[in-house]
């Protein structure tokens, strides 16, 4: 089984707070636009990066800055102050991509990869998969 989800957007706010655990824990919003019936339409995805990754996150995305995001989707279940249960999607990032503003680089921009970049190992899985 593969849970995987990349996500290239602009990146919204990004609030760290540390953990109880001693580590640190971001929570990034990013947006995505599509059309619609010829009308732009911006969805929100809900980013959370922990430890390492969310102190790259603290140090190097600003809000209208271009990222790379991937990670695996995961559904975090919680009941509010009112006593409704919620649920949301939410992305555990493993690895970011920074495109950094152009700012009169001659070079335009340039992308710099930070985070995990070990790839999962998925050695002994079958390859005779029925799909």
Known sequence: MINK????????????????????VSNISVATNKKIKGE?????HNICAYNKMSDLAAKYLNKGDIVGIEGE??????????????????????????????NGNPNGNQAD??????EPNYAGL?????F
Not at 75 to 99: D, S
Not at 113 to 118: A, D, L, M, V
Not at 126 to 130: I, L, M, S
């Open 5 to 24: 989800t990349i996500i290239v957007g602009r990146v919204g706010n990004v609030e760290t707070r540390p953990l109880k655990s001693g580590g640190t």
């Open 40 to 44: 732009q339409v911006t969805d929100w």
């Open 73 to 102: 989707l995961n559904y975090q279940k919680f009941t509010t102050k009112e006593g409704n249960q919620v649920e949301k999607a939410v992305v555990i990032a493993h690895k970011f991509t920074y495109f950094p503003r152009n």
């Open 113 to 118: 990869n930070y985070g995990n970049s070990s």
């Open 126 to 130: 079958n390859d005779d998969v029925p």
